[in-house]
């Protein structure tokens, strides 16, 4: 059954070249290989990672061709690149956690509510029923110790790995926890490195189903170091309604694109804002930017978070809103994005 099946698809794919080769996708082409399970199917296929948006086309019209073969459940084409990692900072992801996903939360433009989304992210996975841990990024500004309302030093274990203070039953670990949230950070390049790594490697996160990384803003040394040594599953990018914020969004996609990090969707913060006195619905930085954005970019769109008084404060207080409020609605919409990229993960 398997056989046919991968016969099935080898004549299928076989119709198909390679956009940058011109090679033929059939048996013999050594960068292309098919294996199925149980109907499951897994492709792949080795390019130059410079070219990867020369096979967009590609990928979605053999991927139409091969769901047609009625035995085929699902169809995953992944394009993998072995020459580009010579050329990568620390390419052998050096940054190691044993967790099942590794998520970071992006935005080109600071104070787009990242490090909010973050941790309700995070709380909202751990109502799920997920083994959880973030990990504060952010290591100018760190936020998580306040919005997760957590303070304290991390004691060593045996090991000498350090143990991620817990709240809300999700394992926390930030710089704010080693020198305090008001110290200003002055640390150059290679010594934030050297801290981020301490902060993968050297804490005993134990086994994890999701590991939340908050970002600091922007598209800088941090953020590439951390996409390109860490395994992430990848990003969801927030961004705001507003062009400023959008053009900075764009940004963040087109970096985690060049690395290969998968965009898992983006978020719209302060979309919309509902009046408590009149409640109707008002577009304070217009609306629907963001969504836009995801068309263009063909990632997805998560979802629509309103700007809220409650929000800001229970996140300001360390409460988060999943936490203070679970019955809410805007838990709800946390909790719907928590579920919808876990269905694409998988
Ligand atoms: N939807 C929202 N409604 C109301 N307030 C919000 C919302 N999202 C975030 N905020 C508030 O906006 C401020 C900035 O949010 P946050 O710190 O999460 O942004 P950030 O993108 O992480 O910032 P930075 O770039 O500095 O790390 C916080 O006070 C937060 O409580
Ligand atoms: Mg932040």
Redesign the pocket.
């Known amino acids: 059954m398997s056989d046919q099946l991968i016969e099935k698809i080898y004549n299928i794919t076989k119709k198909y070249k390679d956009p940058v080769s011109n090679v033929a996708l059939d048996k013999d082409n050594k960068s292309f290989s098919v294996i199925t399970k149980n109907g499951n199917i897994s492709i792949s296929l080795s390019i130059e990672s410079q070219n990867i948006d020369k096979y967009e086309s590609l990928l979605t019209n053999m991927k139409k061709s091969i769901n047609e073969i009625k035995e085929a459940l699902s169809v995953n084409i992944a394009l993998t690149s072995e020459k580009n990692s010579k050329n990568e900072i620390g390419s052998e992801k050096r940054f190691s956690v044993n967790a099942k996903n590794i998520i970071a939360v992006a ?1 080109g ?11 309700n992210y995070a709380v909202a996975l751990k109502t799920i029923g997920f083994k959880v841990g973030i990990l504060d990024a ?1 290591i100018y ?1 760190p ?1 998580v110790p306040r ?1 997760m309302g957590i303070s304290g030093r991390p004691q060593a274990n045996e090991n000498k790995k350090l143990i991620p203070l817990e709240s809300y039953g999700i394992k926390c670990m930030s710089i704010g926890f080693l020198i305090g949230v008001d110290t200003p950070t002055i640390w150059r390049g290679p010594m934030v490195m050297k801290a981020l790594e301490q902060m993968f490697n050297g804490v005993e996160w134990g086994e994890l189903d999701y590991l939340i990384i ?4 922007g598209t800088g040394d941090a953020q590439l170091t951390l996409a390109q040594s860490s395994k992430l599953s990848g990003s969801i990018i ?1 961004s705001t309604p507003q062009d400023v914020a959008l053009i900075d969004a764009r940004k963040g996609i087109n970096m985690f694109n060049r690395v290969q990090v998968p965009v898992l969707g983006i978020v719209e ?3 919309y804002f509902i009046c408590s006195n009149c409640d109707e619905r008002h577009e304070i930085f217009s609306n629907g930017g963001a969504r836009k954005e995801a068309e263009k970019f063909q990632v997805s769109f998560l979802g629509e ?5 409650n ?3 229970h ?2 207080e360390g409460r988060p809103i999943c936490i203070s409020e679970p019955e809410s609605y ?1 838990a709800k919409i946390y909790i719907d994005i928590a579920k919808k990229v876990h269905k694409d993960l998988i």
Do not use: E, H, Q, Y
Not at 109 to 119: I, N, Q
Not at 214 to 217: A, N
């Open positions: 935005s433009k600071g104070g787009v509510g990242k490090s909010t989304f973050a941790v952010d500004g936020s919005m908050d970002l600091p803003p927030i913060n302060m979309s978070l309103p700007i809220d008084k929000l800001r404060i996140s300001d805007l």
